[in-house]
């Protein structure tokens, strides 16, 4: 049996392997392209999840210095919520009660720095109501 090349281009084509070096650079332009919306997205989401654990780990404080506060008309002497905030700790933030009194509480969380956006860096909690900085919350 004898074979006979056809040197014509359709036949060229069918043999060819691989890809070329500009749909190469393509496919790496659409992935870089993806990459440089999507990064941003991801790491604001991780944000905004750590500071929403960081807000219910507050909230959860000021519930129990209300539950003692209920019992003993004083937030001094509260040793649960400073048994909770201990627990709570983290490598990413770390939470205070501060300076709890008779009628008003405190308390804080901060966040290690460079890991957590500047203006988020510490989130606060008072007996009154207010959250400091309004923008984080």
């Not at 959860?60 to 937030?75: F, G, H, K, Q, V």
């Not at 901060?110 to 890991?115: D, F, I, K």
């Amino acid at each position: 049996m004898s074979y006979v090349f056809d040197c014509r281009a359709g036949d060229v084509s069918k043999h060819q392997r691989g890809f070329t070096l500009i749909e190469l650079l393509i496919a790496v332009v659409i992935i870089g392209i993806i990459a440089s919306i999507a990064y941003p997205n991801y790491t604001r989401y991780v944000e905004r999840s750590q500071r929403a654990e960081v807000k219910a780990v507050l909230m959860e404080t000021a519930s129990i210095l209300e539950r003692c506060y209920s019992n003993s008309y004083s937030y001094k002497s509260c040793t649960a919520a400073e048994q909770y905030l201990d627990s709570q700790s983290n490598d990413l933030y770390t939470f205070d009660l501060i300076e709890p009194s008779a009628g008003s509480y405190t308390v804080s969380a901060t966040g290690e720095e460079g890991r957590v956006k500047t203006g988020c860096k510490t989130l606060e909690l008072h007996s009154n109501g207010d959250r400091t900085p309004r923008d984080c919350w």
